[in-house]
T-cell receptor, first 113, second 112 residues
Framework: KQEVTQIPAALSVPEGENLVLNCSFT??????LQWFRQDPGKGLTSLLL?????REQTSGRLNASLDKSSGRSTLYIAASQPGDSATYLC????????????FGKGTTLSVSS | DAMVIQNPRYQVTQFGKPVTLSCSQT?????MYWYQQKSSQAPKLLFH???????NEADTPDNFQSRRPNTSFCFLDIRSPGLGDAAMYLC???????????FGPGTRLTVT
């Protein structure tokens, strides 16, 4: 059974700092990994999707990497801003449309000005 | 340019009183999902539709039902809500040949 773990559960950094969020999964037979952002009481906003054949994806100040063999992904946030404060969730998915995304519990990031 | 819309955003219902949550999408995606997210927990899939084919997760309680009258709309019915059903309910979609799931803003359900 696939399990997704995100460490740390919470992280506080000063504005401008570069940071890395970690995600690990137990079954390396995944087809994709998706990083989401969730603001308090809100839905999920997709940040980056990495397919299993890819090693990384970049969007603006965000860079996500995937190492299937070791069951790890990282989300790198450059030059953090207070507006980046949110919970970041990673989720692994299968090839079939009916395969559920299996989520981690998230890392709650707080960026202070 | 909202793509996945959920109504209402907040719903309060009484213990045992049926409630329906709504999801609509403008993406014309053929797959629609319902996830349940309890406080401080990871979202968990309840069921999904592939076109009109309904697929229930094995551990989804019978209390939860769903309807998809057309491509654009999907409903989540909770027949007799219990206090343990208080959660954020998230609707998501996915297109054929893609892996990315697009989520709506969620409906926060409170059971009194």
């Amino acid at each position: 059974k696939q399990e997704v773990t995100q460490i740390p559960a919470a992280l506080s950094v000063p504005e401008g700092e570069n940071l890395v969020l970690n995600c690990s999964f137990t079954d390396s037979a995944i087809y994709n990994l998706q990083w989401f952002r969730q603001d308090p009481g809100k839905g999920l906003t997709s940040l980056l999707l990495i397919q299993s054949s890819q090693r990384e994806q970049t969007s603006g100040r965000l860079n996500a990497s995937l190492d299937k063999s070791s069951g790890r992904s990282t989300l790198y946030i450059a030059a953090s801003q207070p507006g980046d404060s949110a919970t970041y969730l990673c989720a692994v998915g299968g090839h079939q449309a009916g395969t559920a995304l299996i989520f981690g519990k998230g890392t709650t990031l707080s960026v202070s000005s | 340019d909202a793509m996945v819309i959920q109504n209402p955003r907040y719903q309060v219902t009484q213990f045992g009183k049926p409630v329906t949550l709504s999801c609509s999408q403008t993406l014309n995606h053929n797959v629609m999902y319902w996830y349940q997210q309890k406080s401080s927990q990871a979202p968990k899939l309840l069921f999904h539709y592939y076109d009109k084919d309904f697929n229930n997760e094995a551990d989804t309680p019978d209390n939860f039902q769903s309807r998809r009258p057309n491509t654009s709309f999907c409903f989540l019915d909770i027949r007799s809500p219990g206090l343990g059903d208080a959660a954020m309910y998230l609707c998501a979609t996915r297109g054929t040949g893609t892996y990315e799931q697009y989520f709506g803003p969620g409906t926060r359900l409170t059971v009194t």
